[in-house]
């Protein structure tokens, strides 16, 4: 009986799956608002200088960077499905998640995209005044950490893989 209960618990996994996809496609709809609403005032404004350029495509940075957040609440709502709930979802090859360090790999590839489109957000609108190399290196550090964790780990799985001579 405690056996059956505890298995069934991992049902509980939906609320953070719903979770998930209601983050994501919040952030996902809020985006395309966003970009509707920019694009329609850029269009209304007929004269657009060079900093109003600039500024336009800080903006659009920021849309982009809502679409990767949402795209990383959808993928964790997918993984969180597909490792607890139902295996046989069907999706393309890239986006199958068979194990906890499947969900993980694919996470810090985005949380990795999402962190330099943050520094180019930056970047685009640096005044000359703050100090961005400390930001910058910061920035490359939790890169390097996080790309150093995803080969280590690939070393580790084909060493796993490969024959004992």
Known sequence: MFNRALGASRYLIIVAV???LLAATTLIIYGGLEA??????????????RKGAKAIALEFIEIVDLFLLGTVFYIVALGLYELFIDQEVRLPEW?????????????????????????LGQVVSWDGQRDLLGFG???????????YFLTAKSNDKSKDNQPES
């Open 36 to 49: 509707a609403q920019l694009v329609a005032k850029t269009i209304g404004d007929a004269e657009v200088s």
């Open 95 to 119: 986006l199958t998640i068979k194990t906890l360090d499947d969900l993980k790999d694919k996470l810090v590839a985005v949380v990795i995209v999402v962190l330099g489109v943050l520094f």
């Open 137 to 147: 290196a910061a920035i490359a550090l939790v890169v390097a950490a996080l790309t």
């Open 18 to 20: 719903v979770g998930s």
